[in-house]
């Protein structure tokens, strides 16, 4: 049975359309204040990193509402609960989803066997990760998390963020480096889409990630960001800026290729 491709970023128009112009209007000024953050840019490293295992895992840890009130929550991504796991098992992974938004949760996403680790949760630069009890510190993240094929932390500053070894302080991306070979962080304060498609009330944000997990199999993970990149532009050129200026790619640029060997 052949699987239906995931169709690039901005393929077609939003429900509620009035929402989507809305958000076009009001988030002008919220994303010139995001200009304050460190100016981080992608790097690339060659290679393939960590090749995929026998059956591809994907492990996903969602905090739909947490202790940050001035933040808006993500209980749209719950508006259809299976819509993760049935994007991913659709393109052969087996998913582990933790929705509930504990501590205890997010520790088992970053520790448990996975090719993928998916993290969608606020975050605060000097704070850490907010769960459903309060936040779990940079420091913890780093420690938790396992070796992995691609990490994505939509957490605010999770690109910026600093955290403590047994040394000193350092950069959080350069500590998840070491365990992750690839990596999708967030610059600064990121912005929440809560968009569905028209055409089949799929999720954006969601197909967004799918999109880019079936590119890395094709051409690899640096392309497959750029095919992305170019595909926001394209279809959603006044909206490229809020994704593009905050999604910083890391990592092996071949990761994810599925007809190439791995380097470790």
């Known amino acids: 049975m052949s699987i239906e491709p995931i169709k690039e970023p901005g393929y077609g128009p939003f429900t509620p359309d009035a929402e989507f112009v809305k958000f076009l209007y009001l988030s002008v000024d ?15 490293c060659p290679g393939s ?9 994907i492990a996903v840890f969602l905090c739909a509402e947490d202790e940050i009130a001035e933040h808006s929550d993500f209980h749209d ?94 950069p959080l991306r350069d500590a998840l480096a070491e365990k992750a070979s690839a990596m999708i962080l967030t610059r600064g304060l990121g912005h929440h889409f809560p968009w569905r ?3 089949n009330a799929k999720h954006f944000v969601i197909q967004n990630f799918a999109y880019i997990v079936q590119q890395c199999r094709a051409v690899g993970f640096r392309q497959a960001i750029e095919q992305f990149e170019e595909a926001i532009g394209r279809n959603l050129p006044n909206l490229a800026s809020h994704i593009t200026d905050h999604e910083i790619a890391f990592g092996h640029e071949d990761w994810g290729l599925v007809d190439r060997g791995a380097v470790v």
């Open 30 to 44: 919220d994303h010139r204040a995001c200009e304050t953050a460190e100016q981080i840019k992608s790097w690339w």
């Open 49 to 57: 990193g960590r090749s995929w295992s026998k059956r591809p895992t």
């Open 77 to 170: 991504l719950l508006l259809n609960k299976e819509e993760i796991r049935h994007t991913f098992e659709a393109m052969g992974f087996m998913c582990k989803i933790y929705r509930d938004g504990s501590k205890d949760s997010l520790n088992k996403v970053l520790s448990c066997k996975a090719d993928i680790r998916w993290i969608f949760a606020h975050g605060v630069e000097h704070g850490g990760i907010s769960c459903r009890e309060g936040f779990v510190d940079w420091t913890d993240v780093q420690e938790w998390m396992q070796p992995t094929g691609l990490l994505n932390m939509s957490p605010c500053y999770s690109a910026n963020a600093m955290c403590e070894d047994e040394i000193d302080w350092l």
């Open 197 to 199: 498609y028209k055409e």
